[in-house]
């Protein structure tokens, strides 16, 4: 089986996988990173986003073998020195999730939506910028307001 | 108020492992040499097995085992149950199919699990699935209701000769028709409750394992009800007897009513473990989900409301086929039964109801309880009607439901419930005022000159919550209790351990039951852990569905929190040299009336355990109680729901610019938790009437079946929600709770198809109403306007 290595959540990893294997597939079977989540197979649901050299992706759309010497953040990697990330933050407290199944693929790509939008946004933004990602528990009410808060905080 | 007490809006204590990717969900868990399974599913909606060749599958590469219905027959695995028997019109039986967990000589669903493949990867065990050579005979499918009973029709299972489960019904046929024979106005109505796929995010997934050593299997499962799962395996499916068998329902991705249920998958799982020596792990893909997870609601219905001359309701008549798919899943055959028709008297007095309900086997997924339950489809028949005769007599709807509703309780309805507390006309003037009703004529003036419809669409609900008082339910059918148990387990230093037979995924349980705990005992909430989901921890439990476990799982902690404080009053006692009558306790203290003696909660706990204070003759060391609680009533949580929408008659576009909510759900314990329920009730009630919808096409292929082709809401289709409430205490269980978790789903619909035919001038657009069903209802409403 073919070799791929790539760097993961500032961690140099390796691994000889099935030339079949999604990027997802090798985070959560390979490397045991169990955050990320496949929630469909037609790459409808976000649950599986992760930063692919600081971009959102899904990650069950990309062969991990195309994928060497990259550079990955999944939601285990979001927080830095035990501090929660701002856009963690904010969904805590918005209570922006319920079942959290849908958790990681929000926050990555909420995150992702401020990098690309800014620390400003409207609703109407956020509900558009959010259309890759379903969550079935919260009506999406509180994950709006999160990502308002999150962008927010994310400035300070 | 504490800042963690009753009635506080504290942040989540689960939320931590699950914004940090730490939660631990059924595929998250992977056992020692685990083995893949992956099921061979029917691609015909009803055919028979002629043959069925694995030889090539069996000697390909990685596979451990191929089995097959032959294998569980030989294994005398028991076939899945429907727990729930409703006996028909003339007495008789319902009639169940078998419901083997493999196929045994007959397919009759597209999905219907043929053969398993067990293999060390998943990717061989699929590619081994690709050899089993299956013969199959096709035979004609039937999936239109009105087609299955049919003269001729194929006959699905042998047991029911016209695809019929039963004919049931409830109510005074006889004074029903008395009504209408005396009615000023009746209203008639043609209604389609469309058929949804629940889609929990987390796809159900199960491992199951086998202990040689100890004889003993585990089985990890995406559950609502472990403690049902093993009952269900254990005493009828026969895996193994409750003690040699554990199920654990870690974090689960939501559940929405679609894991309530025991399917064929987790069943070959855990019984495979054992075959195959191996721990055997199966995930579902969405496609296998869309396929196989039990679907909702699915009815046919036509209804009719007598109203006297003055437009008070005298009589309603309904008529309702649902469709129950190809086999009876756990619960199916109570939804549209008694989870529906003694609904049908919503907040209204109306003193003559009749219904008629078909059960109706069809060769598609089997349907089941999703989100509300019965509850969603009684009120979309009572609110759609109100709301038409409203308009029909020329009365406001507000107007018209404010004199039509129940004024005193407790009310004994015509179908079997007594509605013990409520105050509908206090929640609907309340809503009233949020959504400025007054001022609904300017705006649609307003929308009218940009050329736009506007509409407003009103839902009363009403549910039957906090299920159930057993003996009432085993009166009714029901094969189990519904109570709920808990168990207190004090620490001698003073933290807690509340073992629960809920099951949280989503709900919140781990802060809302902490907040009880937290209130009574006066520690503090971090004090306090919440232990669910697995039944070697957990004695006995019977879940969480229904909007129960506030209302019976936190009634059941109370009762066994009441049992440790009065344990707790002895240990004082001896502490503080008083008898235990002279105790009391507070905020976290036992004291000595009309003293300042006094001891803490924890120095209790720790006096309990040490047992130096007393002997073991006059007390039990330690502290720890449980409880089971069983009640007495059914919880009615009511409220109205506006829905104020714009369409756009050139492209169909629906867009809901407010949505009011206003609830009682009684006494409320974290108002944070209960508005979130509210908005994802509210979501997915918005997603059935605007875009979700299951369909099979005549050959019984599902051609919704992928994200890609079936409609789930996003957040671009949905609007914020404005969330009141008002409240008026349960008075059936010790914290005055109603249950909140499906109010949203259950108001939601009608909600927005009365708005929609408000806009569009009273047509009746079905669900869902999609931009095109739109756009021809608003297109019929400008050419009426051009032609006046």
Redesign the interface.
Known sequence: MPKVSMTVNGKEVSGNI?S?TLLVQFL?DTL???????????S??G?CVVHVDGKALKSCTVLALTLEGANVT???G??TDGK?HPM?EA???N?A????????GM?MTSVDIVNRKGNKLD??T???E??G????????????KAVAAGAEAMAK | MSATGLGASV??K????????????T??I?RPGQAYAYFLRSPHAHAEIKSLDTKAARKADGVLAVLTGDDIAADKVGGLICGWMIHSKDGSPMKAGAHPALAQGKVRYVGDHVAVVIAE?L?QARDASEKIKVDYKVLPAVVDMNDAVKKGAPVIHDVSDNNTVYNWHLGDKAATDAAFAKAKHVTKLDLVNNRLVP?????RAAVGDYEPGTESFTLYTTSQNPHVARLVLSAFIGIAPEHKLRVIAP????G?GSKIFIYAEETVCVWAAKKVGRPVKW?A???EAFLSDAHGRDHLTHAELALDEKGKMIGLRVNTKANLGAYLSTFSSSVPTYLYAPLLSGQYDIPAIYAEVDGIYTNTAPVDAYRGAGRPEATFVVERLVEIAARETGADPAQFRLKNFIRTFPHQTPVIMAYDVGNYQAALEKALEMADYRNIGKRKAASAREGKLRGIGFSAYIEACGIAPSAAVGSLGAGVGLWESAEVRVNPIGTVEVLTGSHS????HETTFAQLVSDRLGIPIDNVSIVHGDTDKVQMGMGTYGSRSGAVGMSAIFKALDKVIAKGKKVAAYCLEAAADDIDFKDGKFSVKGTDKEIDFGSVALQAYIAHKFSGQDLEPGLKEGAFWDPTNFTFPAGVHICELEIDPETGTTRIDHWTAVDDFGRVINP??V???V??????G?GQALCEGAHYDKSGQLVTA???DYC?P???D?P??NVGMTQTPCPSNPLGIKGCGEA?AIAAPPAVINAITDAVGHENVAMPATPLAVWRAAQKAVMKKAAE
Not at chain 1, 32 to 42: A, E, K
Not at chain 1, 97 to 104: A, E, S
Not at chain 1, 133 to 144: A, E, F, S
């Open positions: 099935d079949r959560r045991r990173l169990t955050g990320t989540h496949v929630g469909c197979d037609t409808q649901c649950c999944t939601i285990e979001l927080a929660l963690q969904f805590r407290e209570h999730l319920q079942c959290g199944f849908c958790t990681p926050i609703e109407q956020i509900r558009h959010l259309e990602n379903l969550c079935r528990c919260t009506g999406y009410h509180n994950i709006v | 942040r989540r689960e939320d931590l492992r699950f914004i940090t990717g730490r939660g631990q969900y595929d998250d992977n990867t990717a889609n929990a995010m987390e796809p974090d689960v991705g939501g929405f995930t893909d969405r496609s995924h989503g709900q919140g944070m938790i508005e979130g329920q908005h994802g009730g509210i979501g997915q918005v992928s994200f890609n789930m996003r957040a671009d949905l914020s929600y949203g």
